[in-house]
């Protein structure tokens, strides 16, 4: 299975409300990143969270991050429509000197206007 | 300029044909990264490239080249690809390589299609 698993899949909600999605690895990390793609087009950095931190914010953006359960999630809150997009998450690891970077399956938010 | 372009937007290619794809960045950023993303499935890494020098091939079959002619600029040249190569190459960049500090930035993409 995938360094970074992401779920839900998919969500989809309300204007207004707030979104959840959760992040798991299996390996430990050196930090963990955040990203919105809109669709097909590039990547947009979110939140980068070091593995010795446990919560930081961004404007409407929440991460948390729990290396003990391997696990980390992205709060959106009072949602838009403009914040429909695909959230990755992807880590960082080392390995005796050897980096890999990871993105998780992904989630795909569909905020509803 | 905290951006990061990518030519051409859109390719489509034959499978004897021989093209490239661009990248130029211009934030003084020393670790450049191409990355494949197929429909609805998360970025993989191709190649990572730092201080000009190829650092990282994640095992890319030959028919994808990279070349780094200097700090700004990142190719992919494409020869003899398959059908199932077809798909959103990205282009990143970051200050440095990995080190657990750098955000990459990344490249809209170049959406390949190969018939």
């Known amino acids: 299975s995938q360094q970074g698993e992401e779920d839900p899949q998919a969500l989809s909600i309300q204007e207004g409300e707030n979104a959840t999605m959760n992040c798991s690895y299996k390996t430990s990390i050196n930090n963990l990143q955040w990203y919105r793609q809109n669709s097909g087009r590039g990547l947009v950095h979110l939140i980068l969270?070091?593995?010795?931190?446990r919560e930081k914010h961004s404007g409407r953006l929440r991460v948390t991050l729990d290396t003990s359960k391997k696990s980390s999630s992205l709060l959106i809150t009072a949602s838009r429509a403009a914040d429909t997009a695909s959230y990755f998450c992807a880590t960082e690891t080392s390995t005796s000197g050897t980096y890999k970077y990871i993105f998780g399956t992904g989630t795909r938010l569909k905020v509803l206007a | 300029d905290t951006e990061v372009t990518q030519t051409p937007k859109h390719l489509v290619m034959g499978m004897t044909n021989k093209k490239s794809l661009k990248c130029e960045q211009h934030m003084g950023h020393r670790a450049m990264y191409w990355y494949k993303q197929k429909a609805k499935k998360p970025p993989e890494l191709m190649f990572v490239?730092?201080?000009?020098?190829?650092?990282i091939n994640e095992s890319v079959p030959s028919r994808f080249s990279p070349e780094c002619p200097n700090s700004s600029l990142l190719n992919l040249h494409l020869h003899a690809l398959q059908p199932e190569d077809s798909a959103l190459y990205l282009c990143a960049s970051s200050q440095d390589e990995w080190r657990g500090y750098n955000e990459q930035f990344f490249g809209p993409g170049t959406r390949l299609t190969v018939l």
């Open positions: 490239y730092s201080y000009e020098k190829l650092s």
């Open positions: 969270i070091r593995s010795n931190e």
